[in-house]
T-cell receptor
Framework: QKEVEQNSGPLSVPEGAIASLNCTYS??????FFWYRQYSGKSPELIMS????GDKEDGRFTAQLNKASQYVSLLIRDSQPSDSATYLC?????????????????FGKGTHLIIQP | DTAVSQTPKYLVTQMGNDKSIKCEQN?????MYWYKQDSKKFLKIMFS???????INETVPNRFSPKSPDKAHLNLHINSLELGDSAVYFC???????????????FGPGTRLTVT
């Protein structure tokens, strides 16, 4: 049974600070890792994807992956009130470059992030 | 120019009815998915489908069936609706073979199904 674990929160961070979101996964052969943001009543919105160990930066967002520890994190710098949302960690067995059909994503239950003005 | 669209946005129906939800993507992707988000906001894969392979999550009742008229569409048909089917259903799509951003899935706006 593939599992993805996240602290449900709420995680409260002051505006302008760094928000740190964490995720662990159980299936060691997982290959692809994603962070989605979901506002209440809306659909998940892809923020970051990461496939190899290390850091990947995109604007104010940094994703970090450690496959040995089966750990993925998302850092949000200069947090803004508009960043307040639920952040979903998702993993896939697919490497992205192999053929065949696509595995669905396994999601964590999400971390509710609140940025305090 | 919506990338992934779903209809209807809201669906209220009675137990025992049969209903369908439609999904269309204009991203040129070759794989589409259906996810269910329950009342606790837990998002779970139901199906993934491309023109060669249907992968069914084993926990999905056989009352649920995906139907794909072409690569850009994947509809979800539900027979004999039950109270527990009430949830938000999301369609998503991705490019399963290579590409600049492989396996990144993009979600539609969701269909809120309420069974009374």
């Amino acid at each position: 049974q593939k599992e993805v674990e996240q602290n449900s929160g709420p995680l409260s961070v002051p505006e302008g600070a760094i928000a740190s979101l964490n995720c662990t996964y159980s299936d060691r052969v997982s290959q692809s890792f994603f962070w989605y943001r979901q506002y209440s009543g809306k659909s998940p919105e892809l923020i970051m994807s990461i496939y190899s160990n290390g850091d990947k930066e995109d604007g104010r967002f940094t994703a970090q992956l450690n496959k040995a520890s089966q750990y993925v994190s998302l850092l949000i710098r200069d947090s803004q009130p508009s960043d307040s949302a639920t952040y979903l960690c998702a993993v896939s067995l697919q490497s992205g470059y192999s053929g065949g059909g696509a595995d669905g994503l396994t999601f964590g239950k999400g971390t509710h992030l609140i940025i305090q003005p | 120019d919506t990338a992934v669209s779903q209809t209807p946005k809201y669906l209220v129906t009675q137990m025992g009815n049969d209903k369908s939800i439609k999904c269309e993507q204009n991203l040129g992707h070759d794989t589409m998915y259906w996810y269910k988000q329950d009342s606790k906001k837990f998002l779970k894969i139901m199906f993934s489908y491309n023109n060669k392979e249907l992968i069914i999550n084993e926990t999905v009742p056989n009352r649920f069936s995906p139907k794909s008229p072409d690569k850009a569409h994947l509809n979800l048909h539900i027979n004999s609706l039950e109270l527990g089917d009430s949830a938000v259903y999301f369609c998503a799509s991705s490019q399963a073979r290579g590409g600049r951003a492989p396996y990144e899935q993009y979600f539609g706006p969701g269909t809120r199904l309420t069974v009374t």
